[in-house]
């Protein structure tokens, strides 16, 4: 019923639901990289570097930098 309802499993809506928490915390500089992962639900760095990198083709930290110009 989730997918017939949402369009998407369960699984993809809470990674959608977590990197759109991630990008909006991405926007500020005073937090850490390991402190977004935290924040957004993800259980370590690098499985947020991972998934992030997979949903928009680029890490976290060249996203940040990358928006701060």
Request: glycine letters at 8%; a positive charge; zero cysteines.
């Amino acid at each position: 019923m989730f997918r017939v309802s949402f369009g998407m499993p369960p699984h993809a809506w809470i990674l959608r639901a977590r990197l759109q928490r991630a990008l909006r915390l991405l926007g500020d500089p005073r937090l850490a990289l390991h402190d977004v992962a935290a924040s957004a639900g993800f259980a370590s760095a690098s499985h947020f570097n991972n998934r992030f990198r997979s949903a928009f083709g680029i890490t976290p930290g060249a996203w940040r930098a990358a928006r701060a110009r």
